[in-house]
């Protein structure tokens, strides 16, 4: 079993940064990924690493602003989101463990999520 506790989430300004973590415990997870959802809308996948070797990967609505990293001794990994947009307004979720063979951006892949954290970027 994974735990996950997301925090950082706020109200920003458009052009604004803000960095969210994801603290894990029990079960060290393999991989964690950053998912969100606007109401109405699907889980989209944003960002996503590997526990074992920082392979990376971006959404392209998301590449060259955000950042996901980690630091392994407190099992926690960041999305350093910067230069934020209105349409990046939605709950964040962090989630671990993809199962073999699902695309990083399948949010029915996973098995572990937190809470979600709430992002509102104003224009």
């Known amino acids: 079993q994974v735990q996950l506790v997301e925090s950082g989430g706020g109200s920003v300004q458009a052009g604004g940064s803000l960095r969210l973590s994801c603290a894990a415990s029990?079960?060290?997870?393999?991989?964690i990924a950053w998912f969100r959802q606007s109401p109405g809308q699907l889980r989209e996948g944003v960002a996503f690493?590997?526990?074992?070797?920082?392979?990376?990967h971006y959404s392209d609505s998301v590449k060259g602003r955000f950042v996901i990293s980690q630091d392994s001794a407190e099992n926690t990994v960041y999305l350093q989101m910067n230069s934020l947009k209105p349409e990046d307004t939605a709950m964040y979720y962090c989630?671990?463990?993809?199962?073999?063979?699902?695309?990083?951006?399948?949010?029915?892949?996973?098995?572990?999520w937190g809470q979600g954290t709430q992002v509102t970027v104003s224009s």
């Open positions: 690493i590997r526990a074992d070797g920082d392979d990376t």
């Open positions: 989630a671990a463990d993809k199962r073999i063979g699902i695309p990083w951006t399948n949010f029915a892949g996973y098995d572990y």
């Open positions: 029990g079960l060290r997870p393999k991989h």
